[in-house]
């Protein structure tokens, strides 16, 4: 197999990925409408792949998932790709452990960052998924680098996948695209219960100890390894 040709096989692979993880995105409710998207790094290349603009989850195929370099420059594709491209494309550039990221308005994480405020870590779940609170990143335009550079600068000192981009949404990374969407799935689910919680009384937050030991053990014993 040609170097090109192996390239063009995990492009391809990635595009059918990417597409299938959007369908995760409706199942958990976390976005609407053409709302959101799913991008995905491809290995070993400056390049990445992302679900293009404004079409519906029900039209999404992987042929029409848009290839683009890390400028957020189209290399390949009949679309043109997400609003979030030039955003996620410096994740990448600065994350180099990152493969995959994720964007939605998932409802109770939104309302959080529509008050600048971070998801506190009062249940076992947010110490296990975010190693703490799930921070709140700055407030940037839609359509350049800036909201790239406030997920960055957020996520760079936090041990949490996700970032509450300030009266915008949530944005979610991983070492895979899958994981990233795993992360926005969990993020929706803290936040919802931490505000329910909330209506009750004052959630109890967990000891910074405890938060440590609970991290350490779902991210390196739990599951199979």
């Known amino acids: 197999m040609t170097a090109v040709t192996e390239v063009q096989s995990t492009i391809g692979t990635l595009r059918r990925e990417v597409c299938a993880l959007h ?3 409706t199942r958990y409710q976390l976005v609407v409408w053409t709302a959101g998207n799913v991008s995905a790094r491809v290995p070993g290349h400056d390049l990445l792949v992302i679900k293009p603009s404004g079409v519906s989850y029900d039209d999404l195929t992987p042929e029409n998932m848009v290839v683009c370099d890390l400028e ?3 290399v ?13 494309a410096y994740v ?6 990152v493969g995959g990221v994720v964007h939605t308005h998932s409802t109770y994480a939104t ?3 529509a008050r ?20 709140v990143g700055p407030f940037a335009v839609i359509g350049d680098d800036s909201i790239g550079r406030g997920i960055v600068d957020t996520l760079r000192g936090s041990r949490s996948p996700a970032v509450l981009m300030q009266n915008h949404g949530v944005f979610s990374i991983g070492p895979t695209a899958r994981a990233a969407v795993k992360a926005a799935v969990m993020c929706e689910d803290v936040a919802r219960t931490v505000h329910v919680s909330r209506q009750l009384g004052a959630p109890v937050p967990i000891s910074q100890p ?12 739990y ?3």
């Open 23 to 25: 369908a995760e995105l």
């Open 92 to 97: 990448y550039r600065e994350m180099p452990q």
């Open 223 to 225: 599951g199979q390894r």
């Open 210 to 221: 405890q938060v440590d030991a609970l991290f350490d053990r779902y991210q390196n014993v």
């Open 111 to 113: 309302a959080w960052a």
């Open 76 to 88: 390949d594709g009949q679309h043109a790709p997400s609003s979030d491209t030039e955003a996620q």
């Open 116 to 135: 600048a405020e971070p998801v506190p870590c009062v249940l076992t779940m947010g110490a296990d998924e975010f190693g703490g609170e799930i921070p």
């Open 72 to 74: 957020g420059r189209v």
